[in-house]
């Protein structure tokens, strides 16, 4: 796989202070000044890979790539800190276990999914815990008796299969699927203004409709923990579980969905997006939910140029000069936030409108109406003038150099 500084670019000056912290000691170990792992981090920020391992797990096999490369050479050979990372990273890929995510939503037992497959992962719905994972799952809770866990009233089992080198993958990318699943379904709910609630955060609710349940267990394939630690919601709050009316159009609303992302030729770019914005839903704080939406549509439409974003977004609007300005202060606001650090006013109004924009972005990139091929043809697509004067004067031009390659 390749692996590149960012930009091709050796960025010498961090790898040079790098190498002034650290010591080869008699023992043979590398030994270090403390605070040079801020040095490290940041080069790690500078590294451009594409492996599917978690965080911690490529932040881990960074660090110890640095360290065996200044015992090998001092540093002197840059690049052979990416070759050693590459080689800890494939290394990690060749040896894959089978894991079993096991947690809840909060879609009601008496309404079960059916089986479904979204990125490479399994999930298979279940109106009580299996038996299989039944016994150590509530030994794993038992052991965290400190963190007040437990299961909710009615609420829909999953689990989640998947093959991964290591637990912690295993679970970021299983969870993944999960979200990618109650993602899409939140684009198939109606949203609708509030107008009798007296709050706002009702008035206008972005809540995401389906929550995960509080514990998250990993299991093996025989049932057994596969980690003896659990994963698990910090801010948990039962909403209790939801009765969806029309189950069966949902049903059918889901399948259409999976099969045009499975189809999709920029489908990798759609599942993260998809992940991303049910989690900014997830979050309590509006005004962090806010911020969060922003960073959906920015990964949606490639750029975090304002002027950029608000063309690419207002493109699919009839009336564009009224979304432009709307959209013109959803960003001001955000600017505001970033800067100043004030709370958006009306930021639940905000975050209702902004998701709006949000799921008419996936309705569009998912169905790929045009059929492209590539993500970049439809980002180009909607950078495209929508001023009628533009395009007739770009029709114009592009008729003069047809004309001049035709006589040339």
């Known amino acids: 796989m390749n692996v590149k500084w960012e930009k091709n670019q050796l960025p010498q000056f961090l790898i040079s202070d790098i190498k002034d912290c650290l010591k080869v000691g008699d023992d043979g170990g590398v030994s270090y000044t403390i605070g040079v792992e801020f040095q490290i981090d940041a080069l790690f920020s500078k590294v451009m890979h594409r492996y599917d391992l978690e965080e911690s797990v490529l932040y881990e096999n960074f660090d110890s790539a640095v360290k065996s490369v200044f015992k090998s050479n001092q540093l002197t050979k840059p690049d052979d800190i990416l070759s050693e990372f590459r080689n800890k990273c494939d290394e990690n890929l060749r040896v894959k276990n089978k894991y079993y995510l096991l ?107 389906l929550s995960l349940g509080q514990v998250h267990t990993l299991h093996s394939p025989n049932g057994a923990m596969a980690w003896r630690n659990v994963w698990y919601e910090p801010d948990f709050n039962d909403k209790g579980p939801i009765k969806v009316r029309n189950f069966s159009l949902t049903e059918s609303n889901l399948t259409g969905w999976i099969k045009s992302l499975n189809e999709n030729p920029f489908s990798e770019h759609l599942l993260v997006s998809l992940a991303s914005y049910i989690r900014a839903l997830d979050h309590k704080d509006q005004e962090f939910r806010f911020m969060k939406l922003w960073s959906v549509i920015e990964r949606l439409v490639k750029t975090d140029d304002t002027k950029m974003i608000i063309k690419r977004v207002s493109f699919f609007y009839e009336n564009r000069a009224v979304t432009k300005d709307v959209l013109y202060s959803l960003r001001q606001a955000r600017n505001i936030n970033v800067h100043a650090g004030l709370k958006p006013f009306n930021v639940e109004m905000k975050n209702f409108k902004l998701c709006s924009f949000i799921e008419d972005l996936f309705r569009f990139f998912i169905s790929n109406p045009f059929k492209y091929d590539n993500l970049q043809k439809v980002i180009d697509f909607i950078s495209l003038s929508t001023e009628l004067q533009s395009i007739d004067q770009q029709i114009k031009n592009l008729k003069k150099v047809k004309k001049f390659i035709g006589e040339g």
């Open 103 to 209: 947690t809840s939503i909060s879609l009601k037992s008496s309404l079960i999914p059916k089986r479904r497959t979204i990125n490479g992962c399994a999930i298979r719905f279940y109106s009580e815990i299996p038996n299989k994972y039944k016994k150590s799952r509530s030994e794993s809770i038992e052991r965290h008796k400190e963190l007040e866990l437990s299961e909710q009233n009615d609420y829909v089992f999953v689990t989640v299969s998947v093959t991964a080198p290591d637990v912690n993958t295993a679970f970021k990318k299983s969870i993944a699927a999960l979200d990618i699943i109650r993602s899409i379904l939140q684009l198939n709910f109606k949203k609708s203004i509030q107008f009798l609630s007296l709050q706002d955060q009702h008035k206008y609710s972005s809540n995401s409709i």
